[in-house]
């Protein structure tokens, strides 16, 4: 059973990502995902990112990791990267729609939710050297 792309959520100089399901046919339910896809020659950072998430796996405060492997698109060998879909989007896109104004509490909020996801970095050995930027995502609750 593998992952079907549907379509392209965004894109950057890396790569593409894209929203994925998985049907099992067998237990009659269906995965969403997304896809973080690079050409393999430039994945060096998916790559990474792929190792600390593998680290991070069952935080229920980061973004949960279901795998990564390489596949043949167009020819080209390409690095896939699974995540958990978070259909809030972004912090920086939330903060963008609401024009930058938001309530005490909100803001209160998040901040929780961001020093929550950081605690449980610091909490795992391996990931304290590695400097990456970090992308927050807020899932369907709008929890980051």
């Known amino acids: 059973m593998e992952w079907k792309k549907i379509s392209v959520l965004g894109a950057g100089s890396y790569g593409k990502v894209y929203y994925a399901v998985k049907i099992d046919s067998f237990l009659l339910r269906a995965s969403v995902a997304v896809v973080k896809c690079a050409d393999l020659w430039r994945s060096i ?12 796996r069952g935080s229920p405060n980061v973004v949960q990791f279901f795998g990564a ?8 060998p390409t690095y896939n ?11 920086h896109n939330l903060i963008n729609s609401k024009r930058g104004k938001m309530s005490e509490v909100e803001i209160g909020f998040y901040a929780y939710q ?4 950081i605690q449980d970095v610091g909490l795992h050995k391996g990931v304290h050297n590695t400097q990456r930027k970090i992308k927050t995502i807020l899932d369907r609750n709008f929890c980051v």
Request: glycine share 8%; hydrophobic share 45%.
């Open 69 to 76: 492997d390489v596949s043949i698109e167009n020819n080209i």
């Open 45 to 56: 950072s998916l790559q990474r990112e792929a190792h600390i998430l593998e680290t991070l």
């Open 81 to 91: 990267l699974f995540l958990e879909y978070a259909c809030g989007g972004s912090l």
């Open 114 to 117: 961001l020093l929550k996801g």
